[in-house]
Nanobody, 125 residues
């Protein structure tokens, strides 16, 4: 069983930055592809960024390319999402998720078996 705990969310003005962290316990973190998703009120959960187990491959949704960077530290069992130049439309609850297949990172949330509780990100205009 894998437990994921997100942190680093908060309130920031448009144009600002936040760094989200997702700490894992249990399981074999270094063998899992990891994803970041977000869900705004009244909307479906959507893919934001993903990183392969080795860190060699990353994937982003178009609207965050050039602004967000996903990274990981397997020794610390932690995945990060650096978010720069934040926009009000980035406001959402952000979740990290783990995919044990090792063939990702996938953009479909159905590929991820384990999820964190989420952290709120609010961007004011």
């Amino acid at each position: 069983q894998v437990q994921l705990v997100e942190s680093g969310g908060g309130l920031v003005q448009a144009g600002g930055s936040l760094r989200l962290s997702c700490a894992a316990s249990g399981g074999s973190f270094s063998r899992y592809d990891m994803g970041w998703f977000r869900q705004a009120p009244g909307k479906e959960r959507e893919f934001v960024a993903g990183i392969s187990w080795s860190g060699a491959a990353t994937s982003y949704r178009d609207s965050v390319k050039g602004r967000f960077t996903v990274s990981r530290d397997n020794a610390k069992k932690t995945v990060y999402l650096q978010m720069n130049n934040l926009k009000p439309e980035d406001t959402a609850v952000y979740y990290c998720a783990a995919d044990t297949s090792g063939w990702g990172p996938y953009q479909s949330l159905n590929e991820y078996e384990f999820w964190g509780q989420g952290t709120q990100v609010t961007v004011s205009s």
